[in-house]
Structure formats: C-alpha cells, structure tokens
C-alpha cells in the first residue's frame, strides 16, 4: 500500500483513496482560520479552538473508513497488508515553505495505527516495508531511475516502455517488498492481541 497526499492510500488490488475532498477541506479551513487570527478576539480563539477540533474529528473520520476499507478487503481476498515505513519523514525531507502545511497535516501515522489495530483485529498479516525508490521502480521490469517519474500522476519505464499510474506503480512495488520480508521469515510487526 503507497501512502501519499495527493492520494491518500493506493493499494496493488486497485484501491485508490483521493485525497481531493481532504484536501479541500483543510483549505478551506486554513482559510477560514488566517480570518479568525487577524481578528484576535476572545470569541474568535474559541471558534479557532472549536474549528480545529472539528477538522480533527473529519480528517480522523477519513482515515478510520480508508483503514477499514483496506482491513475489509484484505480481510476477504486472503491477503496481507504491506505499508511504508514513513517514520522521520518529516525530517528527512526539505520543501518549499507553501508545501510544508500539508505534509505536516498528514495523517499517515494514524492511519497506519488505524489499520494495524483493524487488521490485528481481523487477523489480517501486516509488515512494514522500506519505502525508498518505490515510486522509481518499474513494477513489471524493476529497472531504477530518477527519470522514470515524469510527474506526480505518471510513470513511464524508461527501459520496457510501461505507462502508469505512478502511485499504482509504487503500490505494487511495496507489495511486493512486503511479500519478499513475509517470505523471507520475517515476523507480522503488529503487535499481539490481548
């Protein structure tokens, strides 16, 4: 499974949760909360506050359906779930001030907690998997290089000529790294039910 901002989560099966809406929605209330700032009333850091909560529970609402869609269908096709390992991401990576707010708002973390627990639950098997130059790699042929993103949506190999989409093609490159450790021996990382 290929985490992502543009698209939130997009599975091998085919699974691809836009973040469009989520997207929007927090604009819009970046928005509304530069209005309530500027002001500095007593009255507009109570609607800041009870903004803020409410962007909170929406964008907790998303990621509880995205898991659950993704726990549910794994759960029914027999299969495993392979997601990125994206710890320290946010200090690893350096960007332009406009693109900092929405890597900063990306839920990644809670969402992998959401389908950690969801498939602990359904007794679906999860492995965490290194996510470096998923999105480089062909999937079909495996031939590595920077040129073969051409933009954020398109992949093009540059040696067998494949054209997809970029984050498909990276989902099927985390599963099938997640497939190699689950082969290899390497144990389930969610932890044990009580």
Known sequence: MDLGIVNIATTSTGYRAAGRGLNRYR???????????????????????????RERRHATNVNHIIAKKIVTT????????ALEDLTGIRD????????????HT??????????????????V??????????????????HLDRRNRVDQATFVCRACGVCLHADDNASRNVGRKG???WTSGRESRVPAAP
């Open 27 to 53: 604009k819009r209330q970046l928005d509304l909360r530069r209005k309530l700032q500027s002001q500095g009333t007593t009255s507009a850091k109570r609607l800041l506050k009870r903004r803020n909560r």
């Open 74 to 81: 794994a759960e029914r096709t027999g299969r495993g779930i």
């Open 92 to 103: 690893r990576v350096r960007l332009r001030k406009d693109q900092r707010a929405p890597l």
């Open 106 to 123: 990306w839920g990644f973390r809670q969402l992998g907690r959401f389908i950690a627990y969801k498939s602990r639950r359904a007794g």
């Open 125 to 142: 098997p999860l492995v965490y998997v290194d996510p470096a130059y998923t999105s480089r790699q062909c999937s079909p042929c495996g």
């Open 179 to 181: 497939e190699d450790m």
